[in-house]
């Protein structure tokens, strides 16, 4: 029997999702037994592949290399799941929204808050163009489901993927299974 073709993706965030997924400690040895890594930031895969069967993405979307590899990933993945509140809502990444673009944030940033050189970075290809609006994933690709927390706790990401492992609706119930922050 072939392995489920799982896959993590980390956008505008602070990566504590990635985290929390490492604290399922031990059962990522029954989790690896069972799928086949294939794109993640804790891997050093460079290119999202074809075929994926479950993808968890983490962080909203804020730049233009953020929009990129989403889209890439929902055209390539039978299951995305948004993981983590900054997928959900955008959550803390999206407090620059109020600026109203990514002018005045980069202004805000680079020059008014800057010590030394104050300079806004403008060198091709090494910083992605910010977008206007820190969204979350689903207002700009489909989502099949949600993972809320800041992050989700490991209990609660060991149960949606065992849920997904074993092929079923990806409902969690339960206060404590769909609580944010």
Known sequence: MDKIKLATIWLGGCSGCHMSFLDLDEWLFDLAAQVDLVFSPIADIKTYPEGVDICLVEGSIANEDNLELVRQA??????????????????????????????????RCYLELGDVQTQIPHEPGIVPPLLDRVRPVHELVPVDAYLPGCPPPADRIRTFLEMALRGEPLHLKGREMLKFG
Do not use: Y
Not at 83 to 90: L, M
């Open 74 to 107: 929902r055209a390539r993945t039978k299951v995305l799941i948004s993981f983590g509140d900054c997928a959900v809502t955008a959550n803390v990444p999206a407090m620059r929204n109020p600026l109203g673009s990514a002018k005045p944030v980069l202004e």
